[in-house]
């Protein structure tokens, strides 16, 4: 289909420079503006990329079928929803907004409007995460790493809502039921919020997460274990790099590449090792294409308003706890 959605970028710093990179790249988009609070930010980016700068953001809104919402996740709310007030479509950049109250709200507005909301949770189009999609997923256990060393940059939220938050919404799509239960501790080491959190996640169907995320550490780690019945996954999502240990009965094993025989109870068995392709791509990129094709109706948003919502939902109840446990 050769139709064009206009497109316009409200923010345009350390992530929204690469929205711009990446709609001037992508079919079935014409990029048609910028505009940032900070005059100083878009003419950095207008010395970069062909863009036009619009000193008011109405102006641009008013141009646009459609608009990414990259500033600072406090003024999310008032950004898109302006947006969605005007009629148009909207990107919103992680977290959704920084409270449910506001995030329930532009889930409404845009739901009585028929406007689309797309969240950039962007681990979601991670490869090593996609590399899951032949296996049925159902872990009874998953444990999961986030670990950053220390950056000015998100240091205005806790980080919970700032690196957590990426794995809740994982976690929230991989294990289909409500969380039940939720315990969670951390830590203010060099900010005045908290810097290293750790969560534990209970699902009604069983399920347990065990979720630590720090800004602190000297190295930076992302990786997810889950375990199931016959089944283990271990993911690094830096690496790109997936790999999965399954248990077969003896007469199975044609397929792998590499097994090894146990035996229980008398039932011998073996355990077969494989590495899915992982196919590499640029998650910002293909997330920004879902949001065209969404609008163009030929795809889904792969995070929702109401998924962004729902992440948001138990990153603050863990936030909370958090502070609760502190003092
Ligand atoms: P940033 O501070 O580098 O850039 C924000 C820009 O927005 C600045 O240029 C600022 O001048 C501008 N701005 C502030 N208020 C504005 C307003 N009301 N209207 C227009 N422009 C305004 O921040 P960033 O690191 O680019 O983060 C932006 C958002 O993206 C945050 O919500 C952050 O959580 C999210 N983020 C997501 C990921 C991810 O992995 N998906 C990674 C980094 C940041």
Redesign the pocket.
Known sequence: MNKQINIGI????????YHVKHYLGLPNVNLVGI????PR?MDIIQKTYPVKSFSS?EKLIMSCDALS?????E??A??AEKCIELGKHVF????ITKDIKEAERLVRIANENNILIQV????RLNPAILALKPFSISPKFVEIQRLAPYTV??T??PVV??LMI?DIDILLSIVNSPVANIRATGVSILTDSVDIAHARLRFENGTVASIVSSRVAQDKVRKIKLFQKDFYATLDLLLGLTEVYQVNDESNDEISPTTAPFEYHGRKRIISYTKPPVVQNDA?RDELSNFIQSILGNATPIVDGQAGRDALEIAIKIQDMIIQDIH
């Open positions: 409200i923010g345009t710093g350390h992530l929204g420079q505009h940032d609070v900070n930010q953001m919402v990259v500033t600072p996740t003024t999310h008032i950004v919103i950049e992680k977290p950039g949770h962007i681990e940059r998100g205005d939220v809502l700032d990426h910002l």
